[in-house]
């Protein structure tokens, strides 16, 4: 008598059930290749071989757009159940281990790679047993894997204005600062009202940045609008932007950490600059921790200190020429920002 579960066991692999999962999570064959680490045909090949065991199509791609089908979103739930079930028992292996052996899977938005390389490297230091995963992309691709529970621990710039079941934790400030080049002709003033940013161009993030959405909204509450001239997908693509002097941005004052010691960018000294943020990490509510992300949260309390600290080291030497400047004027009491002011 045939067994069609022993068919599949026979014949699915676990790597075309995670490919399938990332084409179903993130509806393009694209975008899961990228995600995948794999070429687009791999992909193709790796859903054609599952598609024939299973003996029904699992999509149907209308125009550009993947669907599944009622087999799809059957499998997409035998799927989830599937890897909760890896999951749950990779954790329990890690947490026998302890932290002599172990695991940890990192998610960021993008502004925090400028750091969670380091952080990861002192807690490896640390904990020199211990293994790492680190996953770059925008915010909205993070709450996507977060929704999906598809790594232990997640850093965010914010929290997100969607309601979401996760607990979320602020380590560090993450200020935002309106930076020019070094000879732009706000670099020596001192308390420039928002109002004359109107006049410059911008460079701003692409859609989907959780700084962009920030920084619009503040404008908006200004009642300003923004003179945009382009929008880049990086944040060293707006500082080259800048460096080219094709206009000025706000910024994470941690994407200027690596600036040299005579820098091309300065801060400019705007009225209610900078704008205030933190530093979160989060995870989806009810999840349970492995040991060695429990270890990684409690150790983010102590990078938040020294975080902060390489901020006033970055913020003095980018505000170092306007505030030596022989022919500027001192700024009135309190005009000047600081990046420890964390609110």
Same mark, same amino acid.
């Given at each position: 008598?045939f067994?069609?579960?022993?068919?599949?066991?026979?014949?699915?692999?676990?790597? *075309?059930?995670?490919?399938?999962?990332?084409?179903?999570?993130?509806?393009?064959?694209?975008? /899961?290749?990228?995600?995948?680490y794999?070429?687009?045909?791999?992909?193709?090949?790796?859903?054609?071989?599952?598609?024939? !065991? #299973?003996?029904?199509?699992?999509?149907?791609?209308?125009?550009?757009?993947?669907?599944?089908?009622?087999?799809?979103?059957?499998?997409?739930?035998?799927?989830?159940?599937v890897?909760? !079930?890896?999951?749950r028992?990779?954790?329990?292996?890690?947490?026998?281990?302890?932290l002599? *052996?172990?695991y940890?899977?990192?998610?960021?938005?993008?502004t925090?790679?400028?750091?969670?390389p &380091? !952080?990861?490297?002192?807690f490896? *230091?640390?904990?020199?047993?211990?293994?790492v995963?680190?996953?770059?992309?925008?915010?909205?691709?993070?709450?996507?894997?977060? #929704?999906s529970?598809?790594?232990?621990?997640?850093i965010?710039?914010?929290?997100?204005?969607?309601?979401?079941?996760?607990?979320?934790?602020?380590?560090?400030?993450?200020?935002?600062?309106?930076i020019?080049?070094?000879?732009?002709?706000?670099?020596?003033?001192?308390?420039?009202?928002?109002?004359?940013?109107?006049?410059?161009?911008?460079?701003?993030? &692409?859609?989907?940045?959780?700084?962009?959405?920030?920084?619009l909204?503040?404008?908006?509450?200004?009642?300003?609008?923004?003179?945009?001239?382009? +929008?880049?997908?990086?944040?060293? /693509? #707006?500082?080259?932007?800048?460096?080219?002097?094709?206009?000025?941005? #706000?910024?994470?004052?941690?994407?200027?950490?690596? &600036?040299?010691? +005579?820098?091309?960018?300065?801060i400019?000294?705007?009225?209610?600059?900078?704008?205030?943020?933190?530093?979160?990490v989060a995870?989806?509510?009810?999840?349970?921790?492995? !040991?060695? /992300?429990?270890?990684?949260?409690a150790?983010?309390?102590? +990078?938040?200190?020294?975080?902060?600290?390489?901020?006033?080291?970055?913020?003095?030497?980018?505000?170092?020429?306007?505030?030596?400047?022989?022919?500027?004027p001192?700024?009135?009491?309190?005009?000047?920002?600081?990046? /420890?002011?964390?609110?």
């Open positions: 008598m067994d069609p579960m022993l068919n599949l066991a026979r014949h699915v692999s676990l790597r *075309q059930l995670q490919v399938f999962e990332a084409i179903a999570r993130l509806k393009s064959f694209t975008k /899961a290749a990228d995600e995948l794999l070429t687009q045909p791999t992909v193709s090949t790796q859903i054609k071989r599952l598609t024939d !065991v #299973i003996g029904l199509p699992l999509f149907e791609q209308i125009g550009r757009q993947v669907y599944l089908t009622d087999a799809g979103r059957e499998l997409q739930t035998a799927v989830k159940d890897f909760g !079930v890896l999951d028992f990779e954790m329990k292996v890690s947490d026998i281990k302890g002599k *052996q172990g940890l899977r990192l998610c960021v938005i993008t925090a790679k400028y750091f969670a &380091e !952080v990861l490297g002192r490896c *230091q640390r904990h020199n047993g211990v293994d995963s680190l996953k770059v992309t925008n915010r909205d691709s993070v709450l996507e894997r977060l #929704i529970n598809k790594d232990d621990l997640y965010l710039g914010q929290n997100p204005e969607r309601e979401l079941d996760m607990v979320t934790k602020a380590f560090a400030p993450n200020p935002l600062y309106v020019a080049h070094r000879d732009h002709p706000l670099a020596g003033e001192f308390d420039i009202p928002m109002e004359r940013l109107t006049g410059e161009y911008f460079i701003m993030r &692409e859609p989907g940045s959780g700084i962009r959405d920030y920084v909204k503040t404008f908006e509450q200004a009642g300003l609008k923004p003179r945009v001239r382009m +929008e880049l997908g990086s944040n060293e /693509a #707006i500082k080259h932007a800048i460096y080219g002097q094709l206009g000025i941005s #706000i910024l994470s004052l941690h994407t200027l950490v690596q &600036e040299g010691p +005579e820098p091309q960018l300065t400019l000294d705007v009225r209610g600059f900078p704008l205030q943020r933190q530093w979160y995870y989806p509510k009810g999840k349970e921790l492995s !040991v060695v /992300a429990s270890a990684f949260l150790f983010l309390d102590e +990078e938040g200190e020294q975080l902060s600290k390489q901020l006033e080291t970055t913020y003095h030497r980018l505000a170092a020429r306007r505030e030596v400047g022989a022919d500027s001192e700024p009135r009491s309190g005009a000047r920002p600081r990046p /420890a002011d964390t609110g």
